[in-house]
């Protein structure tokens, strides 16, 4: 099992920036897959973006370019760093892991931004 807990959320501006962090309650080192989804109110918890312990990264269409996922093994952490934000992108921000076929979600950390 592993805990997850998310950090960084809050208030911005269009074009402004925030980082989240997740930080996992044991080594990630073997975790295959670290990831952040988002959920809108009214919409589908969404993938934002994952990093896989081998190095390989995706991001969503919808946040290429602007947002990049990160994993700090020595912190057992995942960053997301969110720049040049847009009002689309307020959402309840999850920290994900999948291990053994199983999955482990944080609280949720809120992102606003306002036009």
């Known amino acids: 099992q592993v805990q997850l807990v998310e950090s960084g959320g809050g208030l911005v501006q269009a074009g402004g920036s925030l980082r989240l962090s997740c930080a996992a309650s044991r080594s990630i080192v073997s975790i295959p897959v670290m990831g952040w989804y988002r959920q809108a109110p009214g919409k589908q918890r969404e993938l934002v973006a994952i990093?896989?312990?081998?190095?390989?990264?995706e991001y969503s269409d919808s946040v290429k370019g602007r947002f990049t996922i990160s994993r700090d093994n020595a912190k057992n952490t995942v960053y997301l760093q969110m720049n040049n934000l847009k009002p689309e992108d307020t959402a309840v921000y999850y920290c994900?892991?999948?291990?053994?076929?199983?999955?482990?979600w944080g609280q949720g950390t809120q992102v606003t931004v306002s036009s």
């Open positions: 990093v896989t312990k081998g190095g390989r990264i």
């Open positions: 994900n892991v999948i291990e053994l076929d199983l999955d482990y």
